[in-house]
């Protein structure tokens, strides 16, 4: 008997503390698709992720996410996708210009933002001359929204991100590639992204 409470007592607390019971219950699905003019685009998550077809599952989405595609890719922030308490980069199009090195570049963005106190303020085209976007009013929309810039010089990889006028960090971001296929030969182009997480099973 006393042997049979001592196992039971044992087993409880394993299973009841936080460390397997984090392990047990963070392990996510997403439904992902990735659109290049409106095109399915080919992707990777990379080793030590399970995919299966359009959907991946993920053991801790507090660690961010690598998502492979020909000639460029996305840094997802898997933790706070959904809330967007920090902007989220979910698709970039471009133009090129009479210089094929020059665009009107754009960046669509998810922010649950809160008014003036709290709104994307900065769009940022890392590895772009001209590559930095300063919005000064908080965005009326609930949703997405895009904002473009001219004149930005690219020819090679060009990190896309937003930046709100709270926190230093940001959210999802975009790299394209514009020295690789598919984006080297493209006069302009609209790249987004899917991504939904799925309900427990």
Do not use: C
């Not at 926190?167 to 514009?178: K, M, P």
Request: aromatic share 10%; proline share 5%; charged share 20%.
């Amino acid at each position: 008997m006393v042997e049979t409470m001592r196992t039971l007592f044992v087993l409880s607390t394993i299973f009841l503390s936080p460390v397997f019971f984090t392990a047990a219950h963070a392990e996510q699905t997403y439904a992902f698709n990735l659109l290049l003019d409106g095109e399915p685009l080919d992707w990777d998550v990379g080793e030590g992720i399970d995919r299966n077809g359009e959907f991946f599952v993920v053991d801790d989405p507090a660690v961010p996410l690598t998502v492979y595609f020909e000639g460029g890719q996305l840094e997802l922030q898997l933790a706070d996708f959904g809330t967007f308490s920090q902007p989220h980069v979910t698709g970039v199009r471009f133009s090129r210009g009479v210089d094929p090195s020059t665009f009107s570049m754009g960046a669509t963005v998810r922010h649950a933002g809160q008014g003036a106190e709290d709104y994307t303020d900065t769009i940022v085209f890392d590895g772009a001359k001209g590559g930095r976007l300063t919005l000064t009013e908080p965005q009326d929309e609930t949703g997405a929204f895009t904002r473009s810039k001219d004149g930005v010089q690219a020819t090679g990889e060009v990190r896309v991100s937003a930046l709100d006028s709270v926190r230093s960090g940001d959210g999802s971001a975009v790299v394209l590639d514009f020295a690789s296929e598919p984006f080297a030969g493209l006069e302009r182009g609209n790249l987004r992204y899917e991504l939904v997480l799925q309900p427990p099973n």
